[in-house]
């Protein structure tokens, strides 16, 4: 079962919170007998990024104590994507968020993968996962990608919301019009 | 065929033995020009132990020397999955251990993928082999996972387990209000 | 949907213009904590643009600065390759290039697979994609790959650029020989 | 199509030349920023060398030019393995080292995997070919491997080789006692 299942009325979404480890990453962390750790993304997911801060779309990256990712590998990370990272956030840190940025949850968008997103999955206006994610998080999604994690989930992820924003702005152009007209 | 194929009295498992290669990482080990070794794991499955240990159940790795990682590598997976790290363990060693700890094999379960690991899966309460091991292993365990090696093969057995131990503690509460009542 | 989907006569390729990253890579990008970044290419891949050079068809790779590989990598694969590498090429780049080597579009092939190959998707005598290309891409080619990028889409591009050499050649010499005869 | 389609009578193996690039490895090289380059084997796979060198069948590593493993990686690989390693090897020079061995090429088993392996593939008493190969490949050989390559290709031909060697087996000893008795 992939695609949208969410029914309640398109809003047009005004930021959109990424996990990095699940998400952003395919979650695997590599380990050298040098010491260093490594992550992989794909640039088909930054471009993705890039689409949506086109359109103002902000993003935050999540970084979650459960999926450590090291310091120095998650500020590359926010440097390369041009996305403010975020450490531990759960509902109520995104409370604190969006009233700093006079958000409502329905503007914003969330892509977690595991049980740690849950809470954040049900609040968000627009929710997606991963296909590979563990049941927990497929089961409290609105939208369950065809991609997997780390490899073309946030690109799919943006063109849908990118894709609800036309609709949506389609929409209030109508609107106007039948309110011109009668 | 995926999922359990046991038909014994389930028992609340204390214990997991993991192997490392071929179970915590997909059994890839990568070389570098520079005289580097390299292995990866995936940080749902190293949620998934994280998961167990908070249910009391201890998590330990086991490495082998058919398999080798290197010594510097295992201290790191040791380190960052807060699990004790074993060097070829068989049966006559997982007898040894268990008396230490007065377990039983019944309150064991074993995830392996190779021929090396027949035994233990034989004897253990519980077994679970990742989805790409090798036909020997396939047909030795009681659990085949929908995951490979090294990409959530762990996790999913470790779901499998908490599963089984909420049913065996449920069963417990019914046989007690029985009692009570009859 | 994958295979040839073009209708126009076939003409002889002379130049492969090859996107790097999602072309010749995957699109993969390893960050290491030591601050180093890792690109992934396959034999295969690379065996195949050596095909296509022993038939006298020049290859060129494209980097773009969306998708940016750094530059000490990008010259590596230009080495490793012996192709010369072009930045941030578009249709009129491709034209002045085409001027300089007395080329027409239909004489080219270009491999991509992003929103900022389009163009020179629709503009080439004969497109390709990698199957695991975005939505956007797949839309505008003319060959879409068995093979994911960086895991055989150059190699099988490649064959059939060879392929389709083969068949103008074939009906060329049949043309001269009905010509001969009547 | 996976599987054996050799239909000729089944000779005791005695050795196995093993392609590197595309074989042992799954053909991809990484390139670092730092200069540096990687490639991966899988611990499936060089059990299944341990398996083969157990039961007297010698296994050596074969690297061609055209797919180039730096040196420094093919010694990491052949010492690793415990296997010789050979540069470029066509069927004139597999002739000079079976006539040095004793060996006839029916008792010579061959994993390969693109046009170069082309003419071994051919000769050799038993050829096999990852799932994964290109075309040129997969046409040449009498055994497709279901796994791909660098990802138990080399475990599955390894076992496929110890099963014939056993069929090999009971077949002479069910006509010694044939023999014996009439």
Same mark, same amino acid.
């Given at each position: 079962?992939?695609?949208? !299942?969410?029914?309640?009325?398109?809003?047009?979404?005004?930021? =959109?919170?990424?996990?990095?480890?699940?998400?952003?990453t &395919?979650?695997?962390?590599?380990?050298?007998?040098g +010491?260093?750790?490594?992550v992989?993304?794909?640039?088909? &997911?930054?471009? +993705?990024?890039?689409m =949506?801060?086109?359109? @103002? %779309?902000?993003? #935050?990256?999540?970084?979650?104590?459960?999926?450590?990712?090291?310091?120095?590998?998650a500020?590359?990370?926010?440097?390369?994507?041009?996305?403010?990272?975020?450490?531990?956030?759960?509902?109520?840190? %995104?409370?604190? =968020? #969006?009233?700093?940025?006079?958000?409502?949850?329905?503007?914003?968008?969330?892509?977690?993968?595991?049980?740690?997103? %849950? &809470?954040?999955?049900?609040?968000?206006g627009?929710? @997606?996962?991963?296909? &590979?994610?563990?049941?927990?998080?497929?089961?409290?999604?609105?939208?369950?990608?065809?991609?997997?994690? +780390?490899? +073309?989930?946030? /690109?799919? !992820?943006?063109?849908?919301?990118?894709?609800?924003?036309?609709?949506?702005?389609?929409? #209030?152009?109508?609107?106007?019009? /039948?309110?011109d007209? !009668?």
């Amino acid at each position: 079962r992939y695609g949208y !299942f969410g029914t309640d009325k398109l809003e047009a979404i005004k930021l =959109l919170l990424c996990k990095v480890s699940g998400g952003l990453t &395919d979650g695997q962390v590599y380990l050298t007998t040098g +010491g260093e750790e490594m992550v992989s993304i794909n640039t088909r &997911d930054t471009t +993705g990024i890039v689409m =949506l801060q086109r359109e @103002g %779309v902000e993003v #935050m990256l999540l970084c979650s104590s459960e999926t450590p990712v090291s310091s120095s590998l998650a500020e590359r990370l926010s440097k390369r994507t041009g996305c403010e990272l975020l450490q531990d956030v759960g509902p109520g840190q %995104v409370d604190e =968020l #969006m009233r700093r940025k006079g958000l409502a949850w329905k503007e914003v968008a969330y892509l977690g993968n595991d049980e740690v997103d %849950v &809470d954040c999955l049900n609040l968000a206006g627009l929710s @997606g996962v991963p296909r &590979d994610a563990p049941v927990v998080a497929l089961n409290a999604t609105k939208y369950v990608c065809h991609s997997p994690a +780390g490899h +073309g989930a946030v /690109r799919e !992820f943006g063109e849908h919301i990118l894709l609800l924003i036309k609709k949506a702005k389609s929409k #209030m152009e109508q609107d106007h019009i /039948r309110r011109d007209l !009668f």
